[in-house]
């Protein structure tokens, strides 16, 4: 059996990212070596997740007031039908295959991409998307246009 622990490190400053090298990657790395297993090293730029600050504006106020203020043909929905609407329009779907057993084609599924793993950055740009098509096409007027000044 092999262990699955893994070393997770942030850094946002190289004296930082030098006393935890020195610290906790070198003699995890070193103790891991020593046990005979094989490690595998990645780093990547950290991108924090969406906020809650943007969830509680996407949900408080732009929703919300998306669906108090607009229609189509007449009929409004509700927040989480203007949701959905917004998903499907700017987000899309994803698609997995995976074989199965006994057919000879895989088999397809087609997933509704989620805000859940947006990075701050991905979920500001979708903010605006919805918002620009809210105010242009809905003709939606919003108490409040920045997501970073929401309480």
Request: charged share 25%.
């Amino acid at each position: 059996m092999t262990d699955q622990t893994a070393l997770n490190l942030q850094w946002t400053n190289p004296d930082q990212a030098g006393a935890s090298m020195r610290a906790q990657f070198i003699p995890y790395v070193k103790e891991k070596l020593e046990a005979g297993l094989c490690l595998a090293v990645s780093v990547m730029e950290l991108e924090d997740a969406r906020s809650l600050r943007q969830n509680a504006y996407m949900w408080g106020v732009v929703l919300k007031e998306i669906s108090e203020q607009a229609t189509v043909n007449g009929i409004g929905a509700t927040l989480d039908g203007w949701h959905l609407y917004f998903k499907r329009k700017f987000l899309g779907y994803q698609f997995t295959k995976t074989k199965l057993p006994g057919a000879k084609r895989p088999s397809v599924t087609k997933t509704l991409r989620s805000t859940k793993g947006l990075s701050v950055k991905k979920m500001s740009v979708y903010l605006e998307q919805v918002i620009a098509e809210a105010v242009t096409v809905f003709d939606v007027r919003f108490s409040e246009r920045d997501w970073t000044k929401h309480r």
